[in-house]
């Protein structure tokens, strides 16, 4: 699939994610913080962002309203059509359980938890049944190539292995976006590219994933690169998508689609 083709919503399509004139200020005693100064942006669905930007330029800020987790002092979030923007504590939450996929650096794994129960653990917040949880847990543990090691805990697992687990454990609730912040960043590079050929993978079944990353070599496999610098988008890119290319003893994720409803 090319990268047109990838990243491009139709025309009558809205894009999944829209920001307009997104203002954050925050208030450190009588300074007032401006961490987004007016950040107007779209993302398609199936779209593969990469986002860059030194510390303290605004990515952070960007990537946690994104992911409901704070809200703007002004301007508009549309998440799938509907305005996030001035949403509940409670709604918010019901957001990201419904429509957000999180991976982190440190894969946020129990320790003395199964990698499938890892993976069923937002399941279980969403009251689905423990059969049902069963069958979606195996069903996104068998797409990131983990199919033998559902039984392992996370100290009997490899950092890219444990990672895989954390991108399964994102994907069972089935989210239109994945959010991933720095999710190569304890990871040596040929695992990295391991982790990257799964996020590729999700994007042409049909997820949005938006990337955190400092490293420019992680952003090449992204199809679009956005750089924020004090508070200000610098600058937005559409490129072609650098292959991840597996390395042969790397089980490689089954190719699914996108579940009816969820592209």
Same mark, same amino acid.
């Given at each position: 699939?090319?990268?047109?083709?990838?990243?491009? $919503?139709?025309?009558?399509?809205?894009? @999944?994610? +829209?920001?307009? !004139?997104?203002?954050?200020?925050?208030? #450190? /005693?009588?300074?007032?913080?401006?961490?987004?100064?007016?950040?107007?942006?779209?993302?398609?669905?199936?779209?593969?962002?990469?986002?860059?930007?030194?510390?303290?330029?605004?990515?952070?800020?960007?990537?946690?309203?994104?992911?409901?987790?704070?809200?703007?002092?002004?301007?508009?979030?549309?998440?799938?059509?509907?305005?996030?923007?001035?949403?509940?504590?409670?709604?918010?939450?019901?957001?990201?359980?419904?429509?957000?996929?999180?991976?982190?650096?440190?894969?946020?794994?129990?320790?003395?938890?199964?990698?499938?129960?890892?993976?069923?653990?937002?399941?279980?917040?969403?009251?689905?049944?423990?059969?049902?949880?069963?069958?979606?847990?195996? $069903?996104?543990?068998?797409?990131?190539? @983990?199919? +033998?090691?559902? !039984?392992?805990?996370?100290?009997?697992? #490899? /950092?890219?292995?444990?990672?895989?687990?954390?991108?399964?454990?994102?994907?069972?609730?089935?989210?239109?976006?994945?959010?991933?912040?720095?999710?190569?960043?304890?990871?040596?590079?040929?695992?990295?590219?391991?982790?990257?050929?799964?996020?590729?993978?999700?994007?042409?079944?049909?997820?949005?994933?938006?990337?955190?990353?400092?490293?420019?070599?992680?952003?090449?496999?992204?199809?679009?690169?956005?750089?924020?610098?004090?508070?200000?988008?610098?600058?937005?890119?559409?490129?072609?998508?650098?292959?991840?290319?597996?390395?042969?003893?790397?089980?490689?994720?089954?190719?699914?689609?996108?579940?009816?409803?969820?592209?």
């Amino acid at each position: 699939m090319s990268t047109e083709e990838a990243t491009v $919503a139709p025309a009558n399509e809205h894009p @999944l994610i +829209e920001l307009s !004139d997104i203002q954050k200020v925050y208030a #450190s /005693g009588d300074v007032s913080v401006h961490a987004l100064r007016g950040v107007t942006l779209g993302i398609a669905r199936g779209e593969f962002v990469a986002v860059m930007g030194s510390s303290g330029s605004g990515k952070s800020t960007l990537m946690n309203i994104l992911g409901c987790l704070d809200r703007p002092t002004s301007g508009i979030y549309k998440l799938d059509g509907a305005e996030v923007s001035r949403l509940t504590k409670a709604e918010l939450a019901e957001v990201r359980n419904k429509t957000l996929g999180f991976v982190f650096q440190n894969f946020n794994l129990l320790a003395r938890t199964s990698a499938q129960e890892n993976v069923e653990l937002p399941l279980v917040y969403a009251g689905v049944s423990g059969k049902e949880r069963r069958r979606r847990a195996i $069903a996104a543990l068998t797409r990131v190539g @983990l199919q +033998e090691r559902m !039984d392992h805990t996370p100290n009997q697992l #490899s /950092g890219g292995q444990q990672q895989r687990v954390a991108i399964a454990r994102a994907i069972v609730s089935q989210p239109k976006v994945i959010l991933a912040d720095e999710p190569t960043g304890n990871l040596d590079s040929r695992t990295s590219v391991e982790v990257m050929s799964i996020f590729q993978e999700l994007g042409r079944a049909g997820i949005t994933v938006v990337l955190v990353t400092h490293e420019p070599d992680i952003a090449e496999y992204a199809s679009r690169v956005i750089v924020v610098k004090d508070g200000y988008i610098q600058s937005d890119k559409q490129r072609e998508m650098k292959e991840a290319i597996v390395p042969p003893e790397f089980v490689p994720p089954v190719s699914v689609r996108a579940p009816e409803g969820k592209a």
